[in-house]
């Protein structure tokens, strides 16, 4: 008789996958604008970093165009929004990739100079660079 160990976190993470497919079919059968809406959206994934007396803010925006993102300040949000249009109106067999308008308000997480901001827009990546308040 064999012992056989028991990875309970790989059980949970089984189980939050088959939750997650589950819940996700549902939503999509019901007719709801909001819920449709949510799914139907898409949001660029954000990576902040602290590079000695600036703050750094990468945005991951492969697919739009330059002259399609906006950027704004507001308070100690960065607001990045804009479009992405899609390549092909055909009929896919597969389209895991989201298209049309996207907003994403990122807190920035200490005092920065307002005056003080550079945006950069290279190989889908936008990288806002902004520099820290000297008094913090």
């Known amino acids: 008789m064999s012992i056989e160990r028991w990875d309970i ?13 589950i ?8 007719p709801n604008p ?4 949510k799914l139907t959206t898409w ?18 925006l492969p ?3 330059k002259e399609d993102i906006d950027l704004s300040l507001q308070d100690r949000k ?7 249009i899609g390549k092909s ?6 389209q895991e990739w989201r298209y049309g308008s996207f907003e994403r ?3 920035i997480p200490v005092p920065i100079k307002s005056d003080d901001i550079h945006a950069e827009y290279t190989d889908g990546i936008l990288t806002v660079t902004m520099k820290k308040l000297n008094d913090i």
């Open 9 to 21: 976190l790989r059980e949970i993470d089984e189980i939050h996958a088959e939750v997650d497919r």
């Open 105 to 107: 308000e990122i807190d």
């Open 34 to 37: 909001m819920i449709e809406e």
């Open 63 to 65: 697919g739009v165009k």
């Open 23 to 30: 819940f996700n079919n549902f939503l999509r059968r019901i």
């Open 43 to 60: 949001m660029p994934l954000v990576n902040i970093y602290d590079n000695a007396d600036e703050i750094v803010i990468e945005i991951a």
């Open 89 to 94: 109106d055909k009929p896919h067999y597969l």
């Open 78 to 84: 960065l607001i990045v929004s804009g479009i992405r």
